[in-house]
């Protein structure tokens, strides 16, 4: 190990802020011979269809230009095959988009993932190891190393790897704490304070005249706030929004 675990922890968290944290573990990474770092962390992995839900926080260092928005905004998670095997492991593991060299990907990698394949291979992300975090509430976050090519680069993987994962554990317990309120909530849903609040009192049983009453609004305001919540979480009454809502920890 190239710090103690006491070293690591206190070099991390000597950043104040997401971001200072952030760069002090991709510090740590390149002590480690990685060459960009991908961090990324949701409250809720997967929607009711068992799709990957953009993160609602994502850090990337020393990676191509506009990967951020590829991966963000135009839907490249749901198809990045290293988050399609992240999200259903709680294994580390080592990857590589060179089909020559054994790992996770060789066998996954098909039509569906040349978008991100192209990407990559354009921007030199051949390989790395990648840490799955999954939490016990269903939190869930990776921890992504680059190495510098797709086989040399790979070579001492298996051997830095508890290094690597000791790491990225540590700089996402320590990344955590500094989350404000955008990260915490899923991406996939946004509701108001207000219709959060009525969701809430409706799980409880309460109607639409008893959550006014609690609220001081008219129970028209409230009948709007809940329809607004549903329609939002696609859900065709009360109950399911309820229900809806719950998933993504939007109550509860």
Not at 10 to 36: C, H, K, N, P, Q
Not at 168 to 182: G, K, M, S
Request: aromatic share 8%; glycine share 8%; with cysteine.
């Amino acid at each position: 190990m190239l710090q103690g675990l006491s070293e690591i922890r206190s070099r991390i968290e000597g950043g104040a802020t997401t971001d200072e944290r952030v760069d002090r573990a991709f510090e740590s990474m390149r002590d480690l011979g990685f060459v960009a770092l991908i961090y990324d962390y949701t409250p809720v992995a997967l929607d009711l269809d068992g799709r990957i839900i953009t993160p609602s926080l994502v850090r990337m260092r020393n990676v191509p230009a506009g990967m951020a928005e590829y991966w963000c905004d135009r839907g490249y998670y749901q198809i990045d095959p290293v988050q399609q095997i992240a999200v259903r492991s709680t294994v580390p593991f080592v990857w590589s988009y060179d089909r020559r060299v054994e790992t996770p990907l060789a066998g996954v990698l098909g039509e569906d993932h040349e978008p991100v394949v192209d990407f990559l291979r354009e921007g030199g992300i051949l390989a790395g190891v990648t840490v799955p975090v999954h939490m016990p509430g269903g939190d869930f976050a990776t921890v992504t190393g680059v190495r510098p090519d797709a086989a040399g680069g790979l070579r001492d993987a298996e051997a830095i790897l508890p290094d690597f994962t000791l790491l990225a554990h540590v700089f996402h317990e320590a990344a955590v704490p500094t989350f404000d309120e955008t990260a915490r909530v899923c991406a996939k849903v946004r509701l108001t304070p207000r219709e959060r609040e009525c969701l809430c009192f409706s799980a409880e049983g309460l109607s639409a005249k008893e959550i006014s009453q609690r609220i001081g609004r008219s129970v028209p305001t409230v009948v709007m706030h809940l329809n607004a919540a549903a329609r939002k979480l696609g859900a065709r009454n009360r109950v399911q929004a309820v229900v809806r809502a719950t998933h993504y920890r939007l109550i509860g």
